[in-house]
């Protein structure tokens, strides 16, 4: 029988004491955390602080190791729950849009929404089911056809696929992960409106989001976690960016970093009227027109998915494109082995740290050495200098900050930013290398997604350092924070064109996201 107990008639969910261990370290450690019906709850941390681990607990993928979970009853007291499974979850109310969409895109919206869940009989009333879904999204302000499959949506209308498929199974108590990290500005907008309407109705919205500009706009309460510990639970309106940034990581940290005055140099980088496929065989890149001289940081914006990754694996020699150029300081490297791109002073900084930056299970050392074993810094000719090796690693992981017990451990082991860290020393350091005589180009693609806000601010502080110092900086970016923040041009990608490049001294984010959203733009 379900204990049901007196308490705080305003309680949505309320979680006391969790506690959750894995071998070697306390993710969650005696937490408490509660969420109002009818309010929007920021859910803060740094990487590793515990915010998954507790949502996880919640939506039953993790059993705690103590703690109890209570769900309000709307006035009639609170109801202790065991949640033993996600499906138990969801019979409870609880429902989580997760970073990454779990979406089949071979089926239509209907199908999504009712994937998994226990039908009346053999047959499947789809005109009821479209019915249901069409009044929820005109309720919600998410309009949606019920019939359209997933794959001829956009990214914004996807997630409001998996929003919808949460309120269409009854979800009292909404769980979003990082729901803003692909959408545009005015995307986000909408969605910000969409929580607190949902909140007006009496539901409880747990908001995750490393973005404290949106945590300020959208939230009424916001409550932090550091080492797995709370630190604090805030009213939204009694606090600001700069004092949840600081329980965050415990201490102050600069937004605004503090940008050079740029002094451009010759032209590091051409890219004329470059055309490519995706790995499907379809056009990703088309006449894709821009240069970027040393000293210069151009930033790439655009909804994910519309080309930038195809034009940074072209820029790296990753990618064979079909069509155009591609020089770097007037050498023409276009379909050229990556090998000739390094050769040329060229970093690049994957969007995929783990499988592509880097080699998860060699030690720190042997993945910063991974370009500069080809000269004779580390070794000579097939061999390696132990003494050699050590003392480059060393002396990266100490102008670069990299905190990691020794250069021996795994990488795999350190936190994203301290894996971030290390492809940044690995590829700026061989950059150096090779440009003795020339400025380099550095590709970034998505430098700081996934990290904290400490992690954030010291990669960006490196990406202008490399610009101080004359090389040029092409920075792919979904965070259109970050590329207003950096940026002295921005290009905006819509469907593998260039829809416009602007100054970045006076850009207005509201141009910005129309070209984003594939409308025209005043080109530099």
């Given at each position: 029988?379900?204990?049901?107990?007196?308490?705080?008639?305003?309680?949505?969910?309320?979680?006391?004491?969790?506690?959750?261990?894995?071998?070697?370290?306390?993710?969650?450690?005696?937490?408490?955390?509660?969420?109002?019906?009818?309010?929007?709850?920021?859910?803060?941390?740094?990487?590793?602080?515990?915010?998954?681990?507790?949502?996880?607990?919640?939506?039953?993928?993790?059993?705690?190791?103590?703690?109890?979970?209570?769900l309000g009853l709307g006035g009639e007291g609170i109801e202790k729950?065991?949640?033993?499974?996600?499906?138990?979850?969801?019979?409870?109310?609880?429902?989580?849009?997760?970073?990454?969409?779990?979406?089949?895109?071979?089926?239509?919206?209907?199908?999504?929404?009712?994937?998994?869940?226990?039908?009346?009989?053999?047959?499947?009333?789809?005109?009821?089911?479209?019915?249901?879904?069409?009044?929820?999204?005109?309720?919600?302000?998410?309009?949606?056809?019920?019939?359209?499959?997933?794959?001829?949506?956009?990214?914004?209308?996807?997630?409001?696929?998996?929003?919808?498929?949460?309120?269409?199974?009854?979800?009292?108590?909404?769980?979003?992960?990082?729901?803003?990290?692909?959408?545009?500005?005015?995307?986000?907008?909408?969605?910000?409106?969409?929580?607190?309407?949902?909140?007006?109705?009496?539901?409880?919205?747990?908001?995750?989001?490393?973005?404290?500009?949106?945590?300020?706009?959208?939230?009424?309460?916001?409550?932090?976690?550091?080492?797995?510990?709370?630190?604090?639970?805030?009213?939204?309106s009694d606090t600001d960016k700069e004092s949840l940034a600081n329980?965050?990581?415990?201490?102050?940290?600069?937004?605004?970093?503090?940008?050079?005055?740029?002094?451009?140099?010759?032209?590091?980088?051409?890219?004329?009227?470059?055309?490519?496929?995706?790995?499907?065989?379809?056009?990703?890149?088309?006449?894709?027109?821009?240069?970027?001289?040393?000293?210069?940081?151009?930033?790439?914006?655009?909804?994910?998915?519309?080309?930038?990754?195809?034009?940074?694996?072209?820029?790296?020699?990753?990618?064979?494109?079909?069509?155009?150029?591609?020089?770097?300081?007037?050498?023409?490297?276009?379909?050229?082995?990556?090998?000739?791109?390094?050769e040329n002073g060229v970093g690049h900084i994957p969007g995929d740290?783990?499988?592509?930056?880097?080699?998860?299970?060699?030690?720190?050392?042997?993945?910063?050495?991974?370009?500069?074993?080809?000269?004779?810094?580390?070794?000579?000719?097939?061999?390696?200098?132990?003494?050699?090796?050590?003392?480059?690693?060393?002396?990266?992981?100490?102008?670069?900050?990299?905190?990691?017990?020794?250069?021996?451990?795994?990488?795999?082991?350190?936190?994203?930013?301290?894996?971030?860290?290390?492809?940044?020393?690995?590829?700026?350091?061989?950059?150096?290398?090779?440009?003795?005589?020339?400025?380099?180009?550095?590709?970034?693609?998505?430098?700081?997604?996934?990290?904290?806000?400490?992690?954030?601010?010291?990669?960006?502080?490196?990406?202008?350092?490399?610009?101080?110092?004359?090389?040029?900086?092409?920075?792919?970016?979904?965070?259109?924070?970050?590329?207003?923040?950096?940026?002295?041009?921005?290009?905006?990608?819509?469907?593998?064109?260039?829809?416009?490049?602007?100054?970045?001294?006076?850009?207005?984010?509201?141009?910005?996201?129309?070209?984003?959203?594939?409308?025209?733009?005043?080109?530099?």
């Amino acid at each position: 029988m379900p204990q049901i107990i007196s308490g705080d008639a305003r309680i949505g969910l309320d979680m006391r004491g969790i506690t959750k261990r894995f071998p070697g370290v306390i993710a969650a450690d005696d937490v408490d955390f509660s969420v109002y019906r009818g309010e929007v709850h920021g859910l803060l941390g740094e990487n590793g602080a515990g915010k998954t681990t507790l949502m996880s607990v919640l939506c039953g993928l993790y059993t705690p190791d103590s703690g109890e979970i209570s769900l309000g009853l709307g006035g009639e007291g609170i109801e202790k729950v065991r949640i033993e499974s996600p499906r138990h979850a969801i019979r409870l109310g609880i429902g989580m849009v997760h970073q990454h969409f779990r979406l089949v895109q071979s089926h239509t919206v209907a199908e999504n929404c009712i994937l998994g869940l226990a039908g009346d009989g053999l047959m499947i009333n789809s005109g009821e089911i479209g019915r249901r879904i069409h009044n929820i999204g005109e309720r919600y302000r998410m309009e949606i056809d019920p019939a359209s499959y997933i794959w001829q949506l956009s990214i914004g209308e996807q997630q409001r696929v998996e929003i919808l498929k949460m309120l269409y199974r009854n979800a009292d108590i909404l769980i979003l992960d990082e729901p803003t990290a692909v959408l545009t500005p005015q995307e986000s907008q909408s969605l910000g409106t969409t929580l607190k309407t949902m909140a007006k109705e009496g539901k409880s919205v747990v908001f995750i989001s490393h973005k404290l500009d949106e945590v300020m706009d959208f939230t009424d309460r916001v409550t932090v976690l550091r080492n797995g510990k709370n630190v604090k639970s805030v009213e939204t309106s009694d606090t600001d960016k700069e004092s949840l940034a600081n329980m965050m990581v415990g201490r102050n940290v600069m937004f605004a970093v503090e940008r050079p005055v740029f002094e451009y140099g010759h032209t590091v980088l051409e890219v004329d009227e470059v055309a490519a496929q995706n790995d499907k065989g379809v056009t990703a890149l088309s006449g894709v027109t821009f240069d970027i001289k040393g000293g210069e940081i151009l930033g790439v914006a655009g909804v994910s998915g519309n080309g930038q990754q195809e034009l940074a694996e072209v820029l790296t020699g990753l990618r064979k494109s079909t069509s155009g150029t591609v020089r770097v300081c007037g050498a023409d490297l276009t379909n050229k082995s990556p090998a000739k791109f390094i050769e040329n002073g060229v970093g690049h900084i994957p969007g995929d740290r783990i499988g592509v930056g880097l080699a998860g299970n060699l030690s720190v050392s042997d993945n910063l050495i991974m370009k500069a074993f080809r000269g004779n810094t580390v070794s000579t000719g097939l061999f390696l200098r132990n003494r050699a090796v050590s003392e480059y690693s060393d002396r990266l992981i100490k102008e670069f900050a990299v905190d990691t017990p020794d250069r021996n451990t795994p990488v795999r082991n350190l936190s994203g930013g301290n894996q971030q860290k290390a492809i940044l020393a690995r590829e700026i350091m061989a950059q150096s290398e090779q440009t003795s005589k020339n400025n380099g180009l550095l590709i970034a693609v998505q430098p700081t997604r996934g990290l904290d806000v400490g992690a954030t601010e010291a990669v960006r502080r490196l990406l202008l350092s490399q610009c101080r110092q004359g090389d040029a900086v092409l920075l792919i970016s979904d965070d259109l924070d970050e590329i207003l923040s950096v940026s002295s041009s921005i290009a905006v990608m819509f469907s593998g064109k260039i829809m416009g490049i602007v100054d970045g001294d006076h850009a207005d984010i509201g141009e910005i996201g129309i070209m984003m959203a594939g409308g025209s733009g005043s080109f530099k």
